[in-house]
Every structure is written in structure tokens, then in C-alpha cells.
């Protein structure tokens, strides 16, 4: 060993912010700041987001 560090590579490639559309940040991956990833869960706590699923009968709930 010559006492050179190696270069650090990066565990993911950077992408843009889902949110906002900067550069995303390792410490709050996929999002660019802890602002951005609070404003996505607020949407999914809120009901904005919704993941679709098959209809549900009402009538053939109760029995």
C-alpha cells in the first residue's frame, strides 16, 4: 500500500428527485432532502397516493 486512499465509489447512482427533480442524495435516497421525502409521505398518509386493487363488491361483503 502506497498510503493513497482508493476513490470511494457510490452505493447508487444518483437520480433525480421524485418530488422536485434534483439530483438525489445518498443520506435521504431516492429523495434530495428531508423536506422532499416529508412531503411524499404526507401523501401517502393523506390518501393522494393510492396502489389499485381489484374492486370490491359491497353486497357480497356482508355474506
Do not use: H
Not at 445518498?26 to 386493487?53: H, K
Request: aromatic fraction near 6%; proline fraction near 11%.
Amino acid at each position: 500500500m502506497n498510503g493513497e486512499a482508493a476513490p470511494v465509489t457510490p452505493m447508487r447512482p444518483t437520480r433525480k428527485c421524485p418530488e422536485c427533480g434534483r439530483l438525489s442524495r445518498r443520506e435521504t435516497f431516492p429523495f434530495c432532502s428531508p423536506r422532499c421525502q416529508a412531503v411524499d409521505l404526507n401523501r401517502w398518509l393523506s390518501g393522494r397516493y393510492v396502489i389499485a386493487g381489484p374492486a370490491i363488491d359491497e353486497a357480497t361483503d356482508e355474506g
